[in-house]
C-alpha cells in the first residue's frame, strides 16, 4: 500500500512533507514530556524492526496480494514514538527496497503515521471501562489495530483515486484501486487480532511496556 514515485502531483508530495513535519514536531513535544524518554527507546527500536520486516509478509487476497502494515500495532504500544518509528522504518524501505519513495515519503509517513496515533489513542479508552480488565484491553487493542490500518486505507483511497494519471485508463485504474482497498478488510481482522494478542500478552508478562 506505499505509494511510489511519480503517482502524486507535486502540490500532495509538498503538502505530505508539511504535514508529516508537523506531525512530527508535535509528537516529539509529547515524547519530551516524559519523565524519561530513553526508557522506550529499546521498544520503539524493536517495533520500528517489526514494521520495516513486516512489509515482506505477504498475504494471497485473490486476486492480489496484500502485506502486513502494523501501524495500529505500533500506535498501540508506542503511542507518540510511533510517527519517528514509521518514518525512519519507512525511509529505509524506501532506501534499501525502493518500497514506496522518497519523494513519496511523506504522504506515506502521513498515511500510515496519522493513523497510528488514533490508534493510541482509541486503545487508551479503555481506561474509561476499566484500566486492567483483559476483556477491555483486548477488545480496544483489537480496534486499535484494524482501525489504525482502516484509517490508511481511506487515506490511500482518496489520495489514489484523486489523483489519477491522465496518460492511465482512469476506468481501469479505480478497479484495481477497489479491488486493492477491498482486499485490505481481511487484512484489518488480521492486524487487529494480532494486535490484540500482542496487548493481552504484554499485559500479563510485562505490563508496564503498554504505558508508552
Same mark, same amino acid.
Given at each position: 500500500?506505499?505509494?511510489?514515485?511519480?503517482?502524486?502531483?507535486?502540490?500532495?508530495?509538498?503538502?505530505?512533507?508539511?504535514?508529516?513535519?508537523?506531525?512530527?514536531?508535535?509528537s516529539?513535544?509529547?515524547?519530551?514530556?516524559?519523565?524519561?524518554?530513553?526508557?522506550?527507546?529499546?521498544k520503539?527500536?524493536?517495533?520500528?524492526?517489526?514494521?520495516?520486516?513486516?512489509?515482506?509478509?505477504?498475504?494471497?487476497?485473490?486476486?492480489?496480494?496484500?502485506?502486513?502494515?502494523?501501524?495500529?500495532? %505500533? &500506535?498501540?504500544?508506542?503511542?507518540?514514538?510511533?510517527? *519517528? #518509528? +514509521?518514518?525512519?522504518?519507512?525511509? =529505509? $524501505?524506501?532506501?534499501?527496497f525502493?518500497?514506496?519513495?522518497?519523494?513519496? %515519503? &511523506?504522504?506515506?509517513?502521513?498515511?500510515?503515521?496519522? *493513523? #497510528? +496515533?488514533?490508534?493510541?489513542?482509541? =486503545? $487508551?479508552?479503555?481506561?474509561?471501562?476499566?484500566?486492567?480488565?483483559?476483556?477491555?484491553?483486548?477488545?480496544?487493542?483489537?480496534?486499535?489495530?484494524?482501525?489504525?490500518?482502516?484509517?490508511?486505507?481511506?487515506?490511500?483511497?482518496?489520495?489514489?483515486?484523486?489523483?489519477i494519471?491522465?496518460n492511465?485508463?482512469?476506468?481501469?485504474?479505480?478497479?484495481?484501486?477497489?479491488?486493492?482497498?477491498?482486499?485490505?478488510?481481511?487484512?484489518?481482522?488480521?492486524?487487529?487480532?494480532?494486535?490484540a494478542?500482542?496487548?493481552?500478552?504484554?499485559?500479563?508478562?510485562?505490563?508496564?511496556?503498554?504505558?508508552?
Amino acid at each position: 500500500m506505499h505509494i511510489p514515485d511519480g503517482i502524486l502531483p507535486a502540490s500532495i508530495i509538498v503538502a505530505g512533507y508539511a504535514t508529516t513535519g508537523g506531525v512530527t514536531w508535535y509528537s516529539l513535544r509529547q515524547i519530551k514530556r516524559d519523565k524519561n524518554p530513553q526508557e522506550n527507546i529499546p521498544k520503539a527500536s524493536l517495533l520500528t524492526a517489526a514494521f520495516f520486516v513486516a512489509s515482506w509478509i505477504h498475504i494471497p487476497v485473490p486476486p492480489v496480494s496484500v502485506h502486513l502494515i502494523l501501524n495500529g500495532l %505500533l &500506535g498501540t504500544i508506542l503511542g507518540y514514538y510511533a510517527l *519517528p #518509528a +514509521i518514518l525512519i522504518g519507512l525511509f =529505509f $524501505q524506501a532506501v534499501m527496497f525502493q518500497h514506496g519513495g522518497l519523494s513519496t %515519503l &511523506g504522504v506515506n509517513a502521513t498515511m500510515f503515521g496519522i *493513523p #497510528a +496515533i488514533v490508534a493510541y489513542h482509541l =486503545f $487508551q479508552l479503555r481506561h474509561k471501562v476499566g484500566k486492567n480488565n483483559r476483556v477491555w484491553t483486548g477488545v480496544f487493542a483489537f480496534l486499535a489495530g484494524a482501525g489504525g490500518l482502516g484509517v490508511s486505507v481511506v487515506i490511500f483511497f482518496f489520495l489514489i483515486v484523486t489523483n489519477i494519471p491522465a496518460n492511465i485508463d482512469a476506468a481501469v485504474e479505480r478497479n484495481v484501486i477497489y479491488g486493492l482497498v477491498l482486499a485490505h478488510i481481511p487484512l484489518m481482522f488480521i492486524e487487529g487480532a494480532f494486535t490484540a494478542a500482542v496487548a493481552l500478552f504484554l499485559m500479563r508478562v510485562k505490563p508496564e511496556l503498554l504505558k508508552p
